[in-house]
Every structure is written in C-alpha cells, then in structure tokens.
C-alpha cells in the first residue's frame, strides 16, 4: 500500500468526523462529548459505515468498518496507542495494510 493512499484514508477519516461534528453544532446540539463504552456502536448517518467500541489485545480501541463487508473495503482501529488500516479480502478476513504505534507522549522536532 502507498503512503499516499494511507494518508488519503487517513484525511477521509478526518474529513467525515469533521462533517459529523460540523453538522451536529450546525443542528443545535450541545457541545458535549458522548462517552462510549465497550461494546457500544454508532452508525453514521447517510454512510454505510459503523463503528464500535471493542477489546484488542487488552487495549480499548475504537473500530470503524462498512456494514457490508466486502473484498476490498477498509476499516480503521483505533486506540490511545496504536491504530491499524485494514483492507478485507473477503467478507470474514483483513489484512493489516498500515499500523502506527505511539511509544511515547514526547514530541521532536526533525531539523
């Protein structure tokens, strides 16, 4: 996988969060945060995309997929450390196309 198709999903993450969190304001709805726990899900509207709140590997991580998995569709994970792209090859299997893991809280700058 490309960097440049990982950085393209990565912006249409963010771009549809920002549409959500946009049209919600938009609406008139308050400006909390909704807190989920495990085993909550949302889905959002006019997409074909859930999400749910899950247990990997001891880590609470947040995963985002289309309702009708497909050969080719995507999903993201994501947690307080890590988050993995993955891309179906059938409805019942992924792989693991891109994966970041944070290991510490410092920032740097390159020069």
């Known amino acids: 996988m490309t960097m440049r198709l990982v950085v ?3 912006g249409a993450v963010a771009a549809l969060a920002a549409a959500w969190l946009g049209t919600s304001r938009a609406s008139g709805a308050a400006n909390t945060s909704v807190v989920l726990r495990v085993g909550d899900t949302v889905r959002i509207a006019k997409t074909d ?3 749910a709140v899950a247990k990997r590997n001891g880590q609470t991580m947040i995963e985002c997929l289309p309702a009708h998995r497909r050969a080719g569709a995507y999903a993201t994970l994501a947690g307080d450390r890590r988050v993995l792209v993955v891309r ?7 792989q693991t196309v891109f994966r970041a893991l944070q290991h510490d809280a410092r920032t740097t700058t390159c020069r």
Do not use: E, I, P
Request: charged share 10%; hydrophobic share 45%.
């Open 49 to 51: 995309v859930g999400c």
């Open 8 to 10: 393209v999903l990565c």
């Open 88 to 94: 179906f090859r059938s409805a019942t299997s992924a």
